[in-house]
């Protein structure tokens, strides 16, 4: 099970009402990853055909999904795997190819080495919105700690004393569309769409979180290709994927108000798309149906050249199988929660650009006012540096994601791509040793006890508890974790918890109360600590002054990490390891994509 939480920066009662909604991972993809049960490409229409036996006959694409969604508004607040299909339908370049969303947009991601991005220098003055060291906007004022343009790598940030001239990095991010990009009215699609889709989401009436509203200074267009993005002044690391707004036909909604528009049955009920299908009809119930789009066929996957598409709304896993063995559903999406062999068809693994993150409770919330070795509270056992690398090297994490991916998901070794977790090489009963964790009676099944160590008492044995959810994939990797940690001397007793129950929010919940050893924690669109150390900045340690709302569970807090992290550099400190990634599973029709 995914949490559908992303960081809480600003909107408490939004994150606060996301801690109870328990999802499906649905964040941005990469290319497939197929099983070792069957293999398949989505070849181009020089190598492969959807004809079918009759030629006369139109052609047919049934695809079925278990949710039917309310709405198919972009700017909704909701986002499910079904509704995700029916973009892929209506936005995508092709269809179930689970793009990110820039693919169908853009020749090329911007970055500072193709010249899209530039860091410029803004001069700023008391009373203007910047991003302060923490990473919060704020007003500029004398006292504020701000990192200057100009700086290099280290900690060289000041606080401003309120009179000295002062320059802030400011982000400029220019976003090139595709030429000849049209909505499927066969109206062009400029930069102006994306404009106006800024402009909609950053309106209150918008029921969305607008932490990427907010730390946007200006938004503006250069001709019909060009969205050009400038970040509030302080933010000194790039993200061009996160200020890319998916684009609303300005042409036939920019009349009207972000409320109309939220309330408008041209955005919610027959959305105009620039994909390879386009929207023809809802039956409420039953499905929604396509036909094919205004782009030319020619050089176009197959899986776009079908006259024809119906999206069936199936809501019980056994009725969708059944429908799927008679010939109704020639594709079972991944919203119905699919196992390898749950049908005789081609299996699909798609991985997420997400992963499943081992935590270690470094501080929990008893910590919070204040924490001695005498404390009759949990032994500190991961503040020192040394234990956290002595349990990664124990696990391998690298090691471990490829067995649960194997394992779990039928993965091809080959094709099993694992980030890279830069670890001491060395041993890591030398490293439990040098902190003080020591094996009395060289038994193995014996756990450690402390013994001269800087933060537990000597003689405390090594024995934490894993918390993890019950998805089957979870459950195999937090019992892999404690076999292996177990081969080194720590003792770890596992508990597999309800999603509801693991994800309660603080100060009782397990996890946002900080009431845990080690836990296996899936949040929705997690790229990996390696890739994102906001999660684990000092403003996002749950606890009661920001209502247990946040994502550094680990309860870290260092101003040098911080600073770090805010100017890019990514600091290495373990509070988390990549442990598992998470897949989605579809199963395809046999031939569906026959060559000829």
């Given at each position: 099970?995914?949490?559908?939480?992303?960081?809480?920066?600003?909107?408490?009662?939004?994150?606060?009402?996301?801690?109870?909604?328990?999802?499906?991972?649905?964040?941005?993809?990469?290319?497939e990853?197929?099983?070792?049960?069957?293999?398949?490409?989505?070849?181009?229409?020089?190598?492969?055909?959807?004809?079918?036996?009759?030629?006369s006959?139109?052609?047919?694409?049934?695809?079925?999904?278990?949710?039917?969604?309310?709405?198919?508004?972009?700017?909704?607040?909701?986002?499910?795997?079904?509704?995700?299909?029916?973009?892929?339908?209506?936005?995508?370049?092709?269809?179930?190819?689970?793009?990110?969303?820039?693919?169908?947009?853009?020749?090329?991601?911007?970055?500072?080495?193709?010249?899209?991005?530039?860091?410029?220098?803004?001069?700023?003055?008391?009373?203007?919105?910047?991003?302060?060291?923490?990473?919060?906007?704020?007003?500029?004022?004398?006292?504020?700690?701000?990192?200057?343009?100009g700086?290099?790598?280290?900690?060289?940030?000041?606080?401003?004393?309120?009179?000295?001239?002062?320059?802030?990095p400011?982000v400029?991010?220019?976003?090139?569309?595709?030429?000849?990009?049209?909505?499927?009215d066969?109206?062009?699609?400029t930069?102006?769409?994306?404009?106006f889709?800024?402009?909609?989401?950053?309106d209150?009436?918008?029921?969305?979180?607008?932490?990427?509203?907010d730390?946007?200074?200006?938004a503006?267009?250069?001709?019909?290709?060009?969205?050009?993005?400038?970040?509030?002044?302080?933010?000194?690391?790039?993200?061009?994927?996160?200020?890319?707004?998916?684009?609303?036909?300005?042409?036939?909604?920019?009349?009207?108000?972000?409320?109309?528009?939220?309330?408008?049955?041209?955005?919610?009920?027959?959305?105009?798309?620039?994909?390879?299908?386009?929207?023809?009809?809802?039956?409420?119930?039953?499905?929604?149906?396509?036909?094919?789009?205004?782009?030319?066929?020619?050089?176009?996957?197959v899986?776009?050249?079908?006259?024809?598409?119906?999206?069936?709304?199936?809501?019980?896993?056994?009725?969708?199988?059944?429908a799927?063995?008679?010939?109704?559903?020639?594709?079972?999406?991944?919203?119905?929660?699919?196992?390898?062999?749950?049908?005789?068809?081609?299996?699909?693994?798609?991985?997420?650009?997400?992963?499943?993150?081992?935590?270690?409770?470094?501080?929990?919330?008893?910590?919070?006012?204040?924490?001695?070795?005498?404390?009759?509270?949990?032994?500190?056992?991961?503040?020192?540096?040394?234990?956290?690398?002595?349990?990664?090297?124990?696990?391998?994490p690298?090691?471990?994601?490829?067995?649960?991916?194997?394992?779990?998901?039928?993965?091809?070794?080959?094709?099993?791509?694992?980030?890279?977790?830069?670890?001491?090489?060395?041993?890591?009963?030398?490293?439990?040793?040098?902190?003080?964790?020591?094996?009395?009676?060289?038994?193995?099944?014996?756990?450690?006890?402390?013994?001269?160590?800087?933060?537990?008492?000597?003689?405390?044995?090594?024995?934490?508890?894993?918390?993890?959810?019950?998805?089957?994939?979870?459950?195999?990797?937090?019992?892999?974790?404690?076999?292996?940690?177990?081969a080194?001397?720590?003792?770890?007793?596992?508990?597999?918890?309800?999603?509801?129950?693991?994800?309660?929010?603080?100060?009782?919940?397990?996890?946002?109360?900080?009431q845990?050893?080690?836990?296996?924690?899936?949040?929705?669109?997690?790229?990996?600590?390696?890739?994102?150390?906001?999660?684990?900045?000092?403003?996002?340690?749950?606890?009661?002054?920001n209502?247990?709302?946040?994502?550094?569970?680990?309860?870290?807090?260092?101003?040098?990490f911080?600073?770090?992290?805010?100017?890019?550099?990514?600091?290495?400190?373990?509070?988390?390891?990549?442990?598992?990634?998470r897949?989605?599973?579809?199963?395809?029709?046999?031939?569906?994509?026959?060559?000829?």
């Amino acid at each position: 099970m995914i949490l559908k939480i992303r960081k809480c920066w600003q909107d408490v009662a939004l994150c606060l009402a996301a801690l109870s909604l328990v999802l499906t991972a649905c964040g941005p993809k990469q290319a497939e990853l197929t099983s070792t049960a069957a293999q398949t490409e989505l070849p181009t229409a020089a190598a492969a055909s959807a004809e079918p036996a009759d030629a006369s006959q139109p052609r047919v694409l049934n695809v079925c999904t278990a949710e039917e969604p309310v709405s198919l508004y972009r700017y909704d607040g909701r986002n499910s795997i079904s509704k995700q299909t029916i973009f892929s339908a209506l936005y995508g370049g092709t269809f179930m190819a689970r793009e990110e969303l820039w693919e169908s947009l853009l020749d090329q991601m911007p970055s500072l080495e193709n010249g899209a991005i530039e860091i410029v220098s803004k001069t700023v003055e008391a009373g203007d919105v910047v991003v302060d060291l923490a990473g919060h906007l704020v007003v500029l004022k004398p006292g504020v700690q701000v990192v200057p343009f100009g700086c290099g790598e280290g900690d060289c940030s000041i606080t401003w004393d309120g009179e000295s001239e002062l320059s802030l990095p400011q982000v400029v991010i220019s976003y090139q569309l595709k030429p000849d990009l049209v909505w499927s009215d066969g109206e062009p699609l400029t930069a102006s769409d994306l404009l106006f889709a800024f402009q909609v989401d950053g309106d209150d009436a918008t029921p969305t979180t607008k932490r990427r509203v907010d730390f946007t200074d200006t938004a503006a267009v250069s001709g019909d290709l060009i969205f050009i993005w400038k970040g509030v002044p302080g933010i000194s690391t790039p993200h061009p994927e996160r200020y890319l707004w998916a684009p609303l036909p300005e042409h036939l909604l920019g009349n009207l108000g972000a409320k109309e528009v939220l309330e408008s049955d041209l955005a919610n009920q027959s959305p105009l798309g620039w994909g390879p299908y386009r929207m023809t009809s809802w039956d409420r119930g039953e499905q929604i149906s396509f036909e094919r789009g205004p782009r030319d066929p020619l050089n176009e996957p197959v899986i776009n050249q079908f006259d024809y598409l119906n999206i069936k709304f199936v809501p019980q896993k056994n009725d969708a199988l059944r429908a799927f063995e008679q010939g109704e559903c020639d594709i079972l999406d991944a919203s119905f929660g699919l196992n390898d062999g749950d049908a005789n068809g081609v299996v699909r693994l798609i991985p997420l650009n997400e992963y499943g993150a081992l935590v270690f409770g470094v501080k929990p919330s008893s910590y919070d006012d204040g924490h001695s070795l005498w404390d009759e509270e949990r032994p500190d056992y991961f503040n020192d540096l040394r234990v956290r690398q002595a349990i990664a090297l124990c696990i391998d994490p690298r090691a471990l994601m490829a067995d649960v991916a194997i394992e779990h998901y039928h993965a091809d070794p080959d094709s099993v791509n694992l980030p890279d977790n830069s670890l001491p090489a060395v041993q890591p009963d030398a490293l439990l040793s040098e902190a003080g964790w020591v094996d009395e009676d060289d038994l193995p099944q014996t756990p450690r006890v402390s013994q001269g160590s800087s933060f537990v008492n000597d003689g405390t044995p090594f024995e934490i508890k894993l918390y993890s959810g019950l998805a089957e994939a979870d459950v195999y990797a937090a019992q892999k974790v404690a076999e292996r940690l177990g081969a080194c001397g720590i003792k770890v007793g596992v508990s597999s918890l309800p999603a509801v129950e693991l994800y309660a929010p603080g100060p009782n919940g397990v996890l946002f109360g900080r009431q845990f050893d080690l836990a296996l924690v899936n949040w929705s669109g997690y790229p990996g600590v390696a890739k994102d150390c906001e999660y684990y900045l000092s403003s996002q340690v749950p606890n009661a002054a920001n209502s247990w709302v946040g994502t550094n569970l680990a309860g870290w807090a260092d101003a040098a990490f911080d600073a770090a992290c805010l100017h890019g550099e990514m600091p290495n400190q373990l509070l988390a390891l990549d442990l598992t990634r998470r897949y989605e599973v579809e199963i395809w029709r046999q031939g569906l994509l026959s060559v000829e």
